[in-house]
């Protein structure tokens, strides 16, 4: 099954300051981006919602908004095109349903390779004690 994309218009960007030094150039340009994502006002899939919601990511708040930061490159733009790849790469990783583990029971062979190891491995253990037990 295909991962749900995200729309681009149930997405808010804020352009905001750098943080740290930066010189002269530090009041004029705004190109780190924040990313805000309704999780519940959102079109995704309810079982995809729940899985969202139920992911232990500091960047999910209490009232199951999503705020990215991003600040890796020099352009707007560019900050929030990877704000917006990191998001759909966690719905693409809350889409994937793990697939149910099924209860088998270990076949008869390898049962019989089982007990006929451990046998060996205690004959071994056995035969190294020989001698040192009795004159001590």
Do not use: W, Y
Request: proline share 7%; net charge positive; hydrophobic share 35%.
């Amino acid at each position: 099954m295909k991962p749900p994309v995200i729309d681009p218009r149930e997405v808010d960007f804020t352009a905001i300051r750098a943080q740290g030094a930066g010189g002269q150039n530090v009041n004029k340009g705004s190109s780190p981006a924040d990313l805000r994502f309704d999780i519940r006002a959102s079109s995704l899939p309810d079982a995809v919602k729940e899985r969202l919601l139920a992911l232990p990511d500091s960047r999910i708040g209490s009232d199951g908004v999503v705020v990215i930061k991003a600040q890796d490159h020099r352009s707007l733009p560019r900050n929030q095109a990877d704000a917006l790849a990191r998001l759909q790469d966690m719905v693409d990783r809350a889409a994937h349903v793990p697939k149910s583990r099924r209860a088998t029971k270990p076949t008869h062979g390898s049962k019989l390779r089982r007990l006929e190891s451990k046998t060996r491995h205690g004959a071994t253990k056995a035969a190294r004690g020989r001698g040192r037990l009795a004159s001590e």
